[in-house]
């Protein structure tokens, strides 16, 4: 693993390996074909940067990998939200053929359910949500999720387990008010909440969306 920046072999290897969920992973999370191929892009380079920091451990490559992504579309987050470097963004951005940008336009509509159910449970905390976007709609277990955050594993039960909760009340809430204002509608009533969940169990409904 340490090799594959001065190995081109075992970087070729590597991204193989690693490139669809690399590409699912970014595609849950962003709806633009060239926001997509570029954090894809620089999910790799950033691995290259930090290859030499792996160590193994609990959840191995993968929670390793999960975690650089992480980082890097948090990153973007921020920039994004500060509106900082938009110009060198779009200067720098390579220009998709037709193929590419067919085929990563697939990918983000494969994962457009994934994607709902995202921005669904953006009103957890946010280290409760990440840890239950790892494992309900990245697929990890509960050691590499945990591996992936830097946090002990019975840290990671006990906030999926308070994530899972928290999302059980909210959908219980989201069905005894089935009608729901549009946003910014001043005229919702006291207690009314506008949100989007899914109606099914949080554990269900999140494999059901994020496969479908």
């Keep these: 693993m340490t090799g594959i920046a001065r190995d081109p072999a075992l970087l070729e290897a590597f991204y193989r390996r690693n ?3 690399v590409n699912r992973f970014v595609a849950r999370r962003v709806a633009d074909p060239h926001a997509a191929a570029d954090l894809t892009a620089e999910v790799f380079l950033a691995v290259l940067d ?24 948090a990153s973007e987050r921020r920039r994004a939200a500060r509106e900082v470097h938009a110009s060198r963004r779009i200067a720098g951005r390579r220009l998709l053929d037709a193929d590419d940008l067919v085929r990563i336009e697939e990918r983000l509509d ?7 159910v995202y921005r669904a449970i953006e009103r957890l905390s946010e280290a409760d949500r990440a840890v ?37 009340e909210e959908l219980k809430a989201d069905r005894e008010e089935p009608t729901r204002p549009a946003p910014g509608d001043d005229r919702r009533t006291e207690g009314a909440r506008a949100r989007t969940y899914p109606t099914d169990t949080p554990g269900t409904a999140l494999r059901a969306e994020a496969k479908a």
Aim: charge should be positive; aromatic fraction near 4%.
């Design 19 to 21: 490139i669809d969920a």
């Design 50 to 73: 930090s290859a030499a920091t792996y160590r193994g451990g609990p959840g191995g490559e993968r929670a390793w990998l999960y975690g650089v992504a992480r980082n890097v579309v």
């Design 110 to 116: 494969a994962e457009a359910a994934a994607r709902r």
């Design 132 to 168: 239950l976007e790892l494992v309900n709609l990245d697929g990890l277990d509960v050691t590499e999720a945990a591996a992936a955050l830097g946090i002990r594993p019975v840290s990671a039960r006990v906030r999926l387990h308070r994530a899972r909760r928290r999302l059980t």
